[in-house]
């Protein structure tokens, strides 16, 4: 009933399911919130994630367990399933956590009065992505993982549709620029180069991340200058 305590003390229907879902309002971008959908988890519950991220961070996917999440939280592994279902959700609104992550950067980065809505927003935000290495390597574990499952590989192909909109809001790509193909295709390709340089830099430390995406602005700006009616 709804009025009964949960296993951690705390009152209402137990809160499992997807946190809410922000207002359009409350976006940094076209995509992805500002507000964190985990904070309508009870506190146990949000415990629990950062557990998970440490787990994760420390022991890699094959050691998130609901024993090890558990240990960490220092929780009764009960209240695991009690709140998130089974491992799966766990990880699934795990992965909704690090996309939430990428919007607060956004939001961080136009609030420090960064390049806005141009190619110069886009190269920022990507160079302060990749350098997060430990976030990065958090993220391509779980992408890792999405692959071999069917109904999480929706959940992220959904959340990646969100990111390539904020790609193409931060790069200055109008919704009525170009034809009907460009857009989508062009924030696609946005998007991989986001992924593509983050992914070098978390397994190369001597990568030269600030070099590569210096050349990327210098690859983009002409073709981003130069809109086409239809694919060549």
């Avoid at 806005?116 to 958090?138: A, K, S, T």
Wanted: proline share 6%; charged share 25%.
């Amino acid at each position: 009933m709804s009025g009964e305590r949960g296993a951690d003390g705390e009152a209402g229907r137990r809160p499992r399911g997807r946190p809410k879902t922000a207002k359009l309002t409350d976006r940094a971008a076209p995509g992805l919130s500002i507000e964190d959908p985990l904070e309508s988890l009870p506190a146990s519950a949000r415990s629990i994630l950062a557990a998970a991220r440490a787990v994760l961070r420390g022991s890699g996917f094959e050691g998130l367990t609901i024993e090890a999440v558990a240990n960490q939280a220092n929780v009764s592994r009960t209240l695991i399933p009690y709140h998130f279902g089974s491992r799966a959700g766990l990880v699934e609104i795990l992965i909704d956590s690090l996309f939430h992550d990428l919007a607060v950067d956004i939001w961080k980065l136009r609030e420090a009065g960064a390049p806005g809505r141009d190619l110069g927003g886009y190269l920022e935000l990507i160079r302060r992505e990749g350098h997060d290495v430990p976030g990065q390597r958090d993220f391509f574990e779980l992408m890792v993982l999405a692959l071999r499952d069917r109904m999480l590989s929706k959940r992220v192909a959904d959340l990646f549709a969100e990111y390539r909109e904020l790609d193409l809001d931060m790069a200055g790509v109008d919704a009525d620029g170009g034809s009907a193909w460009r857009r989508p295709a062009v924030g696609a390709v946005l998007q991989a180069i986001a992924d593509g340089l983050a992914l070098q830099a978390a397994l190369d430390p001597d990568f030269d991340l600030d070099a590569a995406v210096a050349a990327a602005g210098e690859l983009l700006g002409p073709a981003l200058a130069a809109p086409r009616d239809s694919p060549t």
